[in-house]
T-cell receptor, first 114, second 115 residues
Framework: AQSVTQLGSHVSVSEGALVLLRCNYS??????LFWYVQYPNQGLQLLLK??????LVKGINGFEAEFKKSETSFHLTKPSAHMSDAAEYFC????????????FGTGTLLAVQP | NAGVTQTPKFQVLKTGQSMTLQCAQD?????MSWYRQDPGMGLRLIHY???????DQGEVPNGYNVSRSTTEDFPLRLLSAAPSQTSVYFC??????????????FGNGTRLTVT
């Protein structure tokens, strides 16, 4: 079955440090890949998406992700964490088609320490 | 432009009661879906619809019904609530991808507790 795995349910970084959130997908067919962010008591917001164009994708709030087919990975990074980045981050995968189904990972809660 | 609106924000039910979670979008999106979010499990797809009059099951459809009589509305019905349905429910919509993946727009969720 198609799936997506996020390593680390909780990640803590210091303000100004590199943020790295890991995501791996299971498929031999390159999927569409997404990162969403969820702030407390809110719905999910799209951070960025990969749709088979450039392998390095830039998103909002200084985040970016690199698609690596050889590693089946789509890790999310930000060079310098800000307190406002504290949130839960979800990786999601889709294989296209009219159904638009997204399969979500279990999420990574990012804490940013002052 | 309100986006995706979910009501109510909070709800407490007793086991066996029924209720409807409302979802409305004003973006003329063909695709609408319902997810439930549980700790450590991410979001799981309950039901989805690719247009008015068309619905289909997702990963966890048991105990839930949906209908899509208009483009704007996609209510989720709990037929006989069970404690296992305690969760946060999200409605999401997007343009019909026609094979191209479109990002989902999410509502702010309904927190449901079944006692």
């Amino acid at each position: 079955a198609q799936s997506v795995t996020q390593l680390g349910s909780h990640v803590s970084v210091s303000e100004g440090a590199l943020v790295l959130l890991r995501c791996n997908y299971s498929s031999s067919v390159p999927p569409y890949l997404f990162w969403y962010v969820q702030y407390p008591n809110q719905g999910l917001q799209l951070l960025l998406k990969y749709t088979s164009a450039a392998t390095l994708v830039k998103g909002i709030n200084g985040f970016e992700a690199e698609f690596k087919k050889s590693e089946t990975s789509f890790h999310l990074t930000k060079p310098s964490a800000h307190m406002s980045d504290a949130a839960e981050y979800f990786c999601a995968v889709s294989y296209g088609g009219a159904t638009n189904k997204l399969i979500f990972g279990t999420g990574t809660l990012l804490a940013v320490q002052p | 432009n309100a986006g995706v609106t979910q009501t109510p924000k909070f709800q407490v039910l007793k086991t066996g009661q029924s209720m409807t979670l409302q979802c409305a979008q004003d973006m003329n999106h063909e695709y609408m879906s319902w997810y439930r979010q549980d700790p450590g499990m991410g979001l799981r797809l309950i039901h989805y619809s690719v247009g008015a009059g068309i619905t289909d099951q997702g990963e966890v459809p048991n105990g839930y019904n949906v209908s899509r009589s208009t483009t704007e509305d996609f209510p989720l019905r709990l037929l006989s609530a069970a404690p296992s349905q305690t969760s946060v429910y999200f409605c999401a919509s997007s343009y019909d991808g026609q094979g191209i993946m479109r990002p989902l727009h999410f509502g702010n969720g309904t927190r449901l507790t079944v006692t």
